[in-house]
């Protein structure tokens, strides 16, 4: 039954009318333990539900995640993806946002490459994927991710999680320009949605908000930080 879902389950709709699990695989355990460790911003229960949601978008077009960092959240997207026809491309230009840059609040030093004199969370990347076997499930895309949006004019993809500069600005260049290749039954996950002002900066709220008054996106709940919005038209 997998193996006809996988090869012939192409109706989009299908992935966000199912809320039912029983066909889908389990995490293994040794990646698990892998992403509960790497380096990263992203809590267990978020991961799960990027696991389940990447293992039935794989099925129908390409993932894709804003904001690789040092693989936490692509080990839950890729292991997702070992079961469909299609991958992850995981974006990010591995120089951090601003506010990992030295004496920021999120500056983590032994992410700073002293050759270059800047921040460089390529090769921990590299080593989290590689040390869970996921090379071949992950399209690592090195650049700006408006620029690779832009390149991507005329694809489609499944899934999109926005979790790369949390400025205004940059989450909406996000949504803009990677919502319109999402496929109908589609989804967007936006991380760092916090209803209370208190728990964190607002930008990824305001975009989940105004994604939602457009028409075109309605929600599939919060769990923790993670927005799900589904594409309805
Ligand atoms: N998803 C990660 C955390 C991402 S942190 C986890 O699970 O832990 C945010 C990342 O977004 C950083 O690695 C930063 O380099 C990247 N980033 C910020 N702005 C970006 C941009 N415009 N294009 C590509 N990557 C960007
Ligand atoms: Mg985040």
């Known amino acids: 039954m997998d193996l006809v879902r996988r090869i012939f389950s192409r109706d989009a709709r299908e992935l966000a009318s199912s809320d039912d699990n029983d066909d889908l695989a389990p995490m293994r355990s040794e990646v698990r333990s892998l992403a509960l460790t790497a380096k990263g911003f992203l809590s267990e229960e978020e991961g799960d539900r990027l696991f389940i949601l990447a293992q039935r978008c794989s099925r129908v077009a390409p993932c894709v995640e804003i904001g690789s960092y040092c693989g936490k959240s692509t080990l839950y997207l890729a292991e997702g993806c070992r079961y469909g026809r299609y991958n992850l491309f995981s974006v990010d230009h591995h120089r951090g946002s601003l506010e990992q840059q030295p004496g920021e609040a999120y500056y983590d030093p032994e992410l700073f490459d002293q050759k270059t004199q800047r921040h460089n969370s390529l090769p921990e990347y590299l080593k989290n994927v590689e040390r869970a076997g996921l090379l071949d499930c992950v399209m690592p895309v090195l650049g700006d991710s408006v620029s690779v949006a832009k390149n991507f004019a005329g694809l489609q993809v499944s899934m999109v999680f926005i979790d790369g500069g949390h400025s205004l600005a940059n989450v909406e260049g996000d949504f803009v320009h990677w919502s319109r290749l999402v496929i109908p039954g589609g989804y967007i996950?936006?991380?760092?949605?916090?209803?209370?002002?208190?728990?964190?900066?607002?930008?990824?709220?305001?975009?989940?908000?105004?994604?939602?008054?457009?028409?075109?996106?309605?929600?599939?709940?919060?769990?923790?930080?993670?927005?799900?919005?589904?594409?309805c038209r």
């Open 189 to 231: 996950c936006l991380h760092d949605v916090y209803l209370n002002p208190e728990d964190g900066g607002q930008a990824p709220r305001q975009v989940w908000e105004r994604a939602q008054s457009t028409g075109s996106w309605r929600s599939s709940g919060i769990l923790g930080s993670l927005g799900v919005l589904v594409r």
